[in-house]
């Protein structure tokens, strides 16, 4: 199997996917998503234009370590910057940093379970304790981009670093 693609190379790729609308698939590397794909997983990925996803939606965008896989969570505007979006893995209370539009490949389809595939699940539910710490790291997060893009990741990074310290160890596979 060959490594996967650096951000670079993605970035570089992705209009060209984008624009064919494709169909590509790739496979799950981390615990973020919590339950709901596991690593390993193989998934599906609709790579499209589209420049809005509804709250919920899993996408595949480019990150800063390749190609992540998360749910939209909300949107933002900088006022110089623009229009970014916020996502978080299943697993993880702490959005990621905001997003612009063009990094996003395409929306999540399915998942493979043996030799069939299937439609994403929904979200799992979260306590209310939970629930409540992922709005507020949310509200932190969307705050900050109101006053500046950079400092709005700054934060979101700080978060997840927070979080990681406080939270059990993952399973290892």
């Known amino acids: 199997m060959s490594d996967p693609p650096t951000s670079d190379q993605a970035l570089e790729l992705a209009p060209l996917l984008k624009r064919a609308g494709t169909i590509i698939e790739s496979e799950i590397r981390g615990w973020s998503m919590g339950g709901t794909v596991a690593p390993g997983t193989r998934i599906r990925i609709r790579c499209g234009t589209a420049t809005s996803y509804p709250a919920g939606t899993v996408i595949a965008f480019v990150g ?42 395409g929306e999540v389809i399915e998942w493979r379970d043996g030799e069939t595939w299937r439609p994403l699940p929904a979200a799992p539910p979260r306590g209310l304790l939970a629930r409540g710490a992922a709005a507020g790291t949310l509200f932190m997060v969307r705050a900050a981009l109101a006053v500046d893009a950079r400092l709005a990741a700054r934060i ?4 997840a670093a927070v979080a990681r310290r406080l939270a059990p160890a993952a399973p290892v596979p």
């Open 156 to 159: 979101a990074v700080l978060l």
């Open 64 to 105: 800063g370590r390749g190609l992540v896989g998360h749910r939209v969570v909300g949107y933002g505007r900088h006022r110089a910057s623009g229009a970014r979006l916020f996502t978080r893995g299943d697993g993880t209370l702490v959005c990621d940093p905001p997003i612009e539009p063009e990094r996003v490949l």
